[in-house]
């Protein structure tokens, strides 16, 4: 089945620094691909839209300079946290929609940002 | 806005007891439903989804049901494992191309 990769599973960064994560479709090419951010014990919020070729779009409350993404290819999409502070510590996922209408999407596995 | 949530937030069961998780959806127009199992530090894993033509679907142990009168939809897990412990989403996809509407999640604890 098609997988979606994200890396790296744990990043710990110091405050104001900036970090990224990736998100790559690994068998099969995705034209978008959806943020999600869950604190604990919360459920997945979407964060954004990345789409390739074009502009992401960002959900109301979002910050696209903050939470800058990028989707380079058709199988490579990034989301880079910049100038992190503590409240950005979360988990980051992202989801490659189906590839028919109404199948399950794809999840990567997940990012645990700690900012320290 | 519309969501989908959940009625409760844990449920603890005894090892070989049936589990029943419920979702309260409140988008009339979704027509595709996904029930999702995610475990600490990982991602989200599909269960069993089902289509809003439908209002049972099983799968191995599980079953979903799905009740368009009342928009609710639950997740039945048979003779539960201590593997099973886990939070639970419900998911719906309100339009097509868009991204998943999670559900707050139910924390199932099984006990042995």
């Known amino acids: 089945g098609a997988v979606v990769s994200q890396h790296p599973s744990r990043v710990i960064c110091k405050s104001g620094t900036s970090v990224k994560i990736e998100c790559r479709s690994l068998?099969?090419?995705?034209?978008?691909m959806f943020w999600y951010r869950q604190f604990p014990k919360q459920s997945l919020m979407l964060m954004a839209t990345s789409n390739e070729g074009s502009k992401a779009t960002y959900e109301q409350g979002v910050e696209k300079d903050k939470f800058l993404i990028n989707h380079a290819s058709l199988t490579l999409s990034t989301l880079t946290v910049t100038s992190a502070h503590p409240e950005d510590s979360s988990f980051y996922i992202c989801s490659a929609p189906p590839r028919t209408m109404n199948t399950e999407a794809f999840f990567g596995q997940g990012t645990r940002l700690t900012v320290v | 806005g519309e969501s989908v949530g959940l009625h409760l937030p844990t449920l603890s069961v005894q090892e070989g007891d049936n589990s029943i998780i419920n979702c309260a959806y409140s988008?009339?127009?979704?027509?595709?439903f996904i029930w999702y199992k995610q475990e600490s530090g990982k991602g989200p894993q599909f269960i069993i989804d089902?289509?809003?033509?439908?209002d049972k679907r099983q799968g191995q142990r599980v079953t979903v049901l799905l009740n368009k009168t009342v928009k609710h939809l639950s997740l039945q897990i048979a003779a539960t494992q201590p593997g099973d412990s886990a939070v639970y989403f419900c998911?719906?996809?309100?339009?097509?191309?868009?991204?998943?509407?999670f559900g707050k999640g139910t924390t199932l604890s099984v006990s042995s």
């Open positions: 998911a719906e996809n309100g339009q097509a191309g868009t991204a998943l509407i």
């Open positions: 068998d099969f090419q995705a034209t978008t």
């Open positions: 988008n009339s127009a979704s027509d595709y």
């Open positions: 089902i289509r809003s033509n439908m």
